[in-house]
Nanobody, 123 residues
Framework: QVQLVESGGGLVQPGESLKLSCTAP????????IGWFRQAPGKEREGVSC????????DYADSIKGRFTIFRDKAKNTVYLQMNSLKPEDAGVYYC????????????????WGRGTQVTVSS
């Protein structure tokens, strides 16, 4: 069973940072491209970032480009999303996900994702 576990969300003020983590207890994350998407109330799901399985190349949504960084720690079997200069519009539940048929970014659809981690940006 594919299981993804997100963590690291929280409440921060605008301009502050958070680092989200995504782990997979039962498979090697390096075997897949890993994507992050977010869901805010009343908004469509938005793909935020992705890191490829083959060469760790990355992809970012225009809305977060230059502020967020996705990277892997293969020794820890973890993918991170470093989020800097957070804005209120970044708030939402963040999910990490895979598409079992894709090793490269971007991920057009997602087959599996975790329960998500809540990010709240408010003064």
């Amino acid at each position: 069973q594919v299981q993804l576990v997100e963590s690291g969300g929280g409440l921060v003020q605008p301009g502050e940072s958070l680092k989200l983590s995504c782990t997979a207890p039962r498979f090697t994350m390096g075997s897949y491209a890993i994507g992050w998407f977010r869901q805010a109330p009343g908004k469509e799901r938005e793909g935020v970032s992705c890191i490829s399985a083959t060469d760790d190349s990355t992809d970012y949504a225009d809305s977060i480009k230059g502020r967020f960084t996705i990277f892997r720690d293969k020794a820890k079997n973890t993918v991170y999303l470093q989020m800097n200069s957070l804005k209120p519009e970044d708030a939402g539940v963040y999910y990490c996900a895979i598409n079992q048929r894709r090793l490269e970014c971007p991920l057009p659809t997602y087959d599996y994702w975790g329960r998500g981690t809540q990010v709240t940006v408010s003064s």
